[in-house]
């Protein structure tokens, strides 16, 4: 451990010298992530503290008399300043003011709801930011992959959806399982550890607007023909398809595959939904698990987004092996009607964060895909 680190004994202790002063402490950081979390997930060299400005002369006589003193940094304002004792443990100062009735009047504009949180360090109650703040806070900056670990606790434990910024970190480590479970587990972990580097891996990554070419050949390559191409391009300049996840699959650097999930309502209600629509995987990398990983790793991401179900018009064999059962017959009615020889094309799975009892009836779609001919198997 290096000498610097903030453990969680250091921080109860000075949390607890700053109240016997009276001084009102928000716990703000990784260690506010650690302790709306209740446990302590890395090491952490500093404190992110949020105080009222007013108490910022009684906090430096407090923290000087131990020998802290001002560490400069780029960003350092009245508001916003790190004060580090001699072992290099810096307490990370950000400080706001509000007047009586609730207005901010000074400091960082904290919104008085980020300061309302509650936490546990190393089995004492402190209070910090909520998690929402939390997660809200750590859109404001380009990300790093420990904020996306940070996020990512905090958007599992307290189900809030993941900040579509940081979908670009879902990533797969290099060998592959076969099976749609043990997928998923292949990327919970892989979630959970930094990506591997210079591998010859498998990355499946949020494809943007610059990947247009790239999704293009992949889906005219897989099916040897331009209409998913067109579609997909169509599906991405579509307002009515919003949202999407369109994840591009990067093997040795060379894009392999590419699946699309676009906006999809269900019945009167409008339960929210997604469309998996098209699949495409190059001819040459096929039967190696990418199409069952992009499928995996998509539906991840339209369940973080809040998707409740996910609707695929495809090969039943295929597509039951990855959680997909007929929709006909659970009362989901397709955009146009399916023939009955192809009934069990037409396929559903209700997604992690669904409730119990989902409301069926007809499907709804963007409106590009939302035409007779892409509804024959
Ligand atoms: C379908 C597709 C995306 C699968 O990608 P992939 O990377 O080869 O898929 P995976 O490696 O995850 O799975 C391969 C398994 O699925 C099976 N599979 C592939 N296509 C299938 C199909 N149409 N029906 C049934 N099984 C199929 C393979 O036989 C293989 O099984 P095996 O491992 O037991 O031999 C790819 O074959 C493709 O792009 N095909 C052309 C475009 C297409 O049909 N897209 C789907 C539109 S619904």
Redesign the pocket.
Known sequence: MPDSEFTAGDVIALLRQLADAEIEIIVDGGWAVDAVLGRQTRPHRDLDIAIRHSDVPRLRTLLEAQGYRDSPRPDTTAFNFVLEDPDGRAVDVHTYEFDSAGNHIDGLPYPIDSLNGRGIIDGHPVRCITPEWLVRFHTEYEPDKTDFRDVRALCEAFHIPLPKMYEKFLELPPSLP?SAERLTAAIDRSLATPAPQETEALLIRVADSNDLDAVMTVQRA??GSNVEAELTRDLLNDPTADPTVSLLAVEDDEPV?HILFSKARVGERETPATLLA????VPA????????ALIATGLAAVTRSGADLAF?L??P??YTRHGFAPAGRLGYEAPYPIAEKDADAWMVQSLGNAPRRLPTGRVTVADAINRPEYWRE
């Open positions: 076969r897989a099916f595959g098209p699949l495409a995987v990398r096929q039967r190696r698990g990418i199409g069952g695929v495809g090969h064999d295929y």
